[in-house]
């Protein structure tokens, strides 16, 4: 047995060890490894046209690389130390927000670099990053919390922070989404995800981690809504000698293994699920904008302050699968809390009963059900079916993973000019074999960059790779291929940089991430040729 003399000895050795492994992980986060980097000139090569394609007078270089999991960008227009900067959050298990001056010197805003863990501020952000704001040099951040809840959180320069918005129902398959501050009125928007993917809780859920942590969780509504008596039957994990029946019964947004509501009351502190969100830039005055939206995954505003959000489809998996529910743009008009279907309308705002949506028919056995159809009382719950005329403005294919998204504006660089006024949407990809129940797909979807004209609806093709597969599955020599496109800002320059999320596969609909596979491509006016070849290595970290 120690002494206490050799007790103190060993727990003061002990620390300093740790304090030393603390100080060495914080200096890691900028030296240690082949992490990000803004590349010198000469590494960005112009990427070829038979590799990615991209549209005429302009050229596709790769920008900065290393990044793990890079969810969304900003650029700094506020004249100061950080003019032109570009600031960038990566979203993984180790969220990360920080950013490059024009002149490729890295700054942190989180963590700081000179923080030691447990040690200080105990303030942690918890992933995943919903997406990133600029707005008159402050930087504002969607995440979660230690608890699962949702949070926006806005930064300074200094790292110094406070809580906009907390405690958004984002414990389920979806947190807090993309952030966009209106143009003219100083409100800051966000969307919060579904809890579940078409309203029911069940086994896809339980794979994605979150029931077992939160039991008790479920799809909360902005108003009060009557059932139409559905009821799902799953296995139950919980089952056993000790745990209860082998058999689970579940309701619409109700927690899982819980029937017993016909009537679901609005949410308590007015904060549903699947909603579109605003709030003053310094926190007061919450407003629901639109309800009833599965994930409202990218925002944007057009130089008139009109609101486009893109939507994530239902998938074909759960207790309630979905099929072929596509992606979509919407418009969303700001104060009128418009009813967009979910979980009874698709994305394209069609009746989900439609015999395109049915899932293939030994999974719509297993429902207990003959066919999909409507689960909530539209007619005493006071719903009036969105309008698709006025709403919907494009339609992407199912499981593409419509993401953030830009407007192409007057100033931008001069091979934009036929494009201006049109918006820029990202797809990430999808989400197979998670996403299809282990269904063949036909083929990859989304991993592109597509273009839309508003005024006609028509989507058009703009960045992509030629073989219409995501990098991983082409192997290009250069390896400059897209993964998984997720973001698209322009820059003070009138460049487009798109933002790639990096390699990442699904197992059990948890998302396992490649790092330093992420990277920011631009796409400007063609640069000056160079003799100095680009090492391959500052993609991989090699």
Known sequence: MQNRKTFRKTVFVTTARAAVAALLSAACLTGCARGPRLLDSAERKVIDRSIVEYPNDLALTPYVGGLTAPVGIAFESQDGAYKDALLL????????VYGFKPDGEQFWIYPKTTQIPFFGDPFRLHGPIGGIALHKGLIYVSHRDETGMGVITVFDYEGKHSTVVADLPARGDYGVTDLAVHPTNGRLYFGVGAATNSGVVGLDNWD????ENYPDFADRPLTN???NGYRFTTPNPRGGLFGGDDIAVTAPLQAFGDSRQLRIPASPVSKPSAAVYSVNLEGGDLRVEAHGIRLARGLVFNEFGNLF???NGMELRGTRPVKDDPDVVLRVPLGGQIWYGWPDFSTDLSAISESRFQPPQQMIVRTGYPELASVLDHE???LIAPDRNTLLRAVFAPLSGAAKMTFVPDNAASGFKPF?????????????PFATSGHAMTGPQGYSVKRVDLDTKRVTDFVFNTRQLPAHLIKDKDR???????DAKFGPDGALYIVDYGYMELRNGEERVQSKTGRIYRLGPI???TTKPAPVEYLTGE
């Open 480 to 486: 400059v291929s897209m993964e998984r496109p997720i």
């Open 89 to 96: 959050a990566e979203g993984g298990k180790t969220p990360r």
């Open 309 to 311: 959000v893109t939507n």
């Open 527 to 529: 640069p000056a040729p």
């Open 225 to 227: 809504l009557k059932l």
């Open 420 to 432: 201006a006024g049109s918006l820029v949407v990202t797809l990430y990809g999808d989400r197979a």
């Open 208 to 211: 994605a981690g979150w029931v």
């Open 380 to 382: 005493s719950s006071g």
